[in-house]
């Protein structure tokens, strides 16, 4: 029987040593919030702690159903919950495009997994999918440790490169983390970037290049009031979860994007498509995992494709 269901059991924030450049942290546990949102709660959480761990009583309580993809959605470093604009924006992009649980996770005190038994349950890891913006892609990648890459998917929006950078790869999001990983890098500017400038998945997506995404200066007031003082210092950082929320809209383009050795080079359109299958091109979003068959084609390689400065992002071919 496993015995770790929902996510990792505790991770402590002295054993897991999350903050990089930010100094050891105290080894102490904290309270990690679960907001809880499903199509019968869809704007009023549910809430669950990391306080609550073995007791099912209390998810039974809830609407959750464990026959349904479960996604988690993680904040970085300076995010919150209550701060943070494009979480909500994407638990209701989740579940306008199909039934599912969507946890936001606040971890702004600490951090830390439930964990549940499977079998009473009925959540299967393989329906699991964690996404964790810069700090978070990292944390996400340390619960798909805890669950020895069972986990079915995490997908880290620019995961965090300031005190990641150079890392050993079990320190860092990398592809064992789950059974797919995809990245999203866009602030990975050598020195000044928030992003880390390496590859993090199976499948690693470098939209305008990685970094000076069209549309961060000129609404650098908009990315202010949505997320903060820091969002608006950071429109490229946050640019990730905006491309991944549009992609779960059916009705838009999809932002396909093509293996390059660099990005002046797939503007020029040289780029080799030889690896074949879906080596030459991936779906940068939600349907990324439909590269899963060829992972041996893409890991490693980068993918890149060019977007406007405004929702939707991605241009019709």
């Keep these: 029987m496993i015995k770790l269901l929902f996510l990792a059991a505790f991770i402590t924030l002295g054993s897991c040593q999350l903050f990089g450049l930010f100094g050891p942290p105290k080894p102490a546990q904290f309270t990690t919030k679960f907001n809880l949102y499903t199509r019968n709660n869809k704007q009023t959480a549910q809430v669950l702690t990391s306080r609550d761990a073995g007791n099912l009583a209390a998810i039974t309580k809830t609407n ?30 989740f579940l306008d495009a199909g039934d599912c ?30 996404l964790g913006h810069s700090l978070g892609a990292h944390i996400a990648g340390y619960a798909g440790q805890a669950f020895n890459g069972q986990l079915g998917r995490i997908t880290g929006f620019d995961p965090a490169g300031p005190g990641y950078a150079g890392k050993d790869t079990k320190d860092k999001l990398n592809p064992s983390n789950a059974q797919f990983v995809d990245a999203i890098h866009t602030d990975t500017f050598p020195l000044i970037g928030l992003g880390i400038n390496e590859n993090s998945g199976h499948v690693d997506f470098y939209p305008n290049g990685g970094h000076d995404q069209p549309g961060c200066v000129i609404n650098r007031l908009g990315a202010m009031i949505d997320n903060g003082l820091y969002g608006g210092f950071a429109c490229s950082h946050f640019r990730s979860v905006e491309f991944y929320t549009a992609s779960l809209n059916p009705n838009n383009p999809k932002g396909v994007a093509t293996q390059c050795s660099d990005y002046s080079t797939y503007l020029s359109g040289d780029c080799d498509d030889s690896a074949g299958a879906n080596g030459g091109t991936v779906v940068l979003g939600e349907q990324a995992i439909l590269a899963k068959p060829y992972e041996s084609i893409t890991v490693g390689n980068k993918y890149y494709l060019a977007t406007g400065a405004f929702y939707p992002f991605f241009e019709t071919k």
């Design 64 to 93: 959750f159903k464990g026959s349904l993809m479960t996604r988690f959605i993680v904040h970085g470093f300076v995010d919150t919950t209550s701060a943070s604009v494009w979480m909500g924006k994407m638990k209701d992009a």
């Design 101 to 130: 649980n969507v946890f936001i996770v606040d971890w702004s005190a600490g951090n830390g997994f439930l964990s549940y038994d499977q079998s009473a349950s009925g959540l299967s890891v393989a329906n699991v999918h964690i």
